[in-house]
């Protein structure tokens, strides 16, 4: 029954994160549509400390939509391990593309199709090779594993680091530089799946009867949740207004992942009870999902035209015998002399030397 109910709860949190996927991917394009409506008739500008966007209804349903999807990853984490949700996201990042090429006249070329391609191949990688966490099955031995020193350590780093981004690197780098305001909501992000897996325990003991609402953990870790998620969307509203979505969404993703994957390692001790294969293919696949985040992003404005094909696939040079005639002439070049101008102007010179004796 055990094995059943662990493979009941690996589809369940399977098909949970795959709806999160959808909803998150589709939230940001109406944000984005959202805030373009509000610059095109002048308002402030998220990007310059404006909050106008509250009054955009596109925005509103962007934001709506992900609710629904952080709602659906909540309860992913809730049944499954968080290094099988979180790789998953790589698919919004594959519908954010998707849909910007197709909404926001955004351009996904023939590297973003590759790139989003390798995202879901990296993430079936992650998926099929992901570490089993310690079982945390109630808020004790959650509270046990947020006092580690590793943890502590940890959740202080990410705080002293977030500070310094936003009041120190903020006002200098924020407007030129898209890594500020996302790793602002990166670092914070880690924390708030903490939070998300502690009050997902909680549930479960709520369901099964336990008297969980006077235990003061469920609520500092509901309230930790509500400060970091505020966070997140604060910072992504102002990453979003000032980049393009096809950069932020892959670099959000990017960061995010990694955090996780950092603060879930420190706080379950994942990696020790992983053999060297899970361990390869983890690695191998968070590395397949980077390389087609930076074929999203960076070749993202490069135009893909025929004439960067191989010759015998641009049209009008399918012929084998124009190729062939072509491949003669370039071979015939090679048999003239390396250096055909000097050889000239010595020749040259020598003549003239003559007629002045």
């Known amino acids: 029954m055990g094995a059943a109910g662990g493979r009941v709860g690996f589809y369940v949190g399977l098909g949970l994160a795959l709806a999160s996927s959808a909803f998150i991917g589709s939230s940001f394009i109406l944000k984005k549509k959202g805030l373009l409506r509000l610059c095109r008739r002048g308002r402030a500008r998220a990007g310059q400390g404006g909050h106008a966007y509250l009054q955009e209804w596109l925005w509103w349903a962007g934001l709506l939509c992900m609710g629904v999807g952080e709602a659906a990853n909540f309860a992913a984490y809730a049944f499954a391990p968080a290094t099988l949700v979180t790789p998953l996201g790589a698919l919004s990042v594959l519908v954010s593309a998707v849909l910007s090429s197709t909404f926001l006249n955004e351009q996904l070329n023939v590297h973003g199709k590759i790139g989003c391609l390798l995202s879901i191949l990296g993430s079936t990688v992650m998926v099929i090779h992901a570490p089993q966490e310690e079982e945390v099955s109630s808020l004790e031995s959650m509270a046990e594993k947020l006092k580690d020193p590793g943890f502590i350590v940890f959740a202080v780093c ?16 924020g407007q030129s530089n898209v890594l500020v305001y996302v790793l602002v909501c990166s670092a914070i992000g880690s924390l708030s799946v903490s939070c998300v897996k502690g009050l997902g325990i909680a549930l479960k003991e709520l369901f099964s009867g336990k008297p969980v609402l006077k235990e003061p953990l469920g609520w500092v870790l509901l309230v930790c949740l509500v400060i970091c998620i505020s966070v997140q969307i604060n910072y992504l509203n102002k990453a979003l207004d000032i980049f393009n979505t096809s950069v932020v ?10 955090s996780v994957m950092m603060c879930s390692a420190i706080l379950f001790k994942e990696w020790q009870h992983m053999v060297l294969d899970n361990i390869i293919g983890t690695i191998s ?3 397949t999902i980077v390389s087609g985040i930076f074929l999203l992003h960076a070749f993202r404005d490069m135009p893909f035209t025929p004439d960067l094909l191989p010759l015998f696939l641009q049209p009008g040079r399918t012929d084998p015998r124009a190729l062939w005639r072509s491949a003669d002439r370039h071979q015939s070049c090679q048999h003239q002399p390396l250096l055909p101008s000097e050889d000239k102007s010595s020749q040259s010179a020598e003549e003239e030397e003559e007629e002045g004796e």
């Open 285 to 287: 696949g968070f590395l």
């Open 158 to 173: 990410v705080l002293v680091s977030s500070l310094l981004l936003i009041f120190v690197a903020g006002p200098r780098y």
């Open 249 to 258: 969404t892959p670099v959000y993703y990017v960061l995010f992942t990694t």
